[in-house]
């Protein structure tokens, strides 16, 4: 099993809170991914990093902010929560760019945030 | 970005072989096609993944279309720990940028 562990892996927060999420790695792999997985939408990608310091939005990233100070560590941030985020956050990593090698992705074992 | 269309739900028995569709019509010829599968209460995992030609490996059959428009996994014995979602997705480069998209999935449902 790829070495990903995520942070919390439960957690129950009022809604208006700041809330992080922690993805540590330690495959050293450049790429790094958070989702969010709720039912009838699947997987929504919310933010990648493909190096330290170097980040990109997803395709729901609107109340999301992300950071990525070393290789291993990569955090999402909720600025306040809201009940809409309510939802299972998957971290995923992968060590080459898939696009150019078919190269497969690893996921961790997802954090479970409930907003009241 | 790239679509793939794939069955809500499936029901297969038990040590019986299983074909998952997937169609991808759209796909680029840089696409690769990936599957996925997602136990309960767990991250997804990666199956198998192919450009052009069928791929075999200890999990799973990729039978990939001349055209490339759809694709098949195949789980040659289904067992009760195969009961999952199963997500066909294409990866590829858009914009610039590299992204992994995922579609809703097939429930595959196991029967003893």
């Known amino acids: 099993d790829a070495g990903i562990t995520q942070s919390p892996r439960h957690k129950v927060t009022e809604t208006g809170t700041p809330v992080t999420l922690r993805c540590h790695q330690t495959e050293n792999h450049r790429y790094m991914y958070w989702y969010r997985q709720d039912p009838g939408h699947g997987l929504r990608l919310i933010h990648y990093s493909y190096g330290v310091k170097d980040t990109d939005k997803g395709e729901v990233s609107d109340g999301y902010s992300v950071s990525r100070s070393k290789t291993e560590d990569f955090l999402l941030t909720l600025e306040s929560a809201t009940s809409s985020q309510t939802s299972v956050y998957f971290c995923a990593i992968s060590d080459r760019v898939y696009s150019y090698s078919g190269n497969t992705i690893y996921f961790g074992e997802g954090s479970w945030l409930t907003v009241v | 970005d790239a679509k793939t269309t794939q069955p809500n739900s499936m029901e297969s028995n038990e040590e019986e072989p299983v074909h998952l569709p997937c169609n991808h019509s759209?796909?680029?010829?840089?696409?690769?096609i990936h599957w996925y599968r997602q136990l309960p209460s767990q991250g997804p995992e990666y199956v198998i993944h192919?450009?052009?030609s069928n791929v075999n490996n200890r999990m799973a059959s990729l039978a990939i279309a001349e055209d490339r428009k759809s694709s098949t996994l195949i789980l040659h014995r289904a067992t009760l720990r195969d009961a999952a979602v199963y997500y066909c997705i294409l990866t590829g480069r858009e914009g610039g940028s590299e992204k992994l998209v995922f579609g809703k999935g097939t429930k595959l449902t196991v029967n003893p």
């Open positions: 192919g450009l052009t």
């Open positions: 759209t796909i680029s010829g840089t696409d690769y």
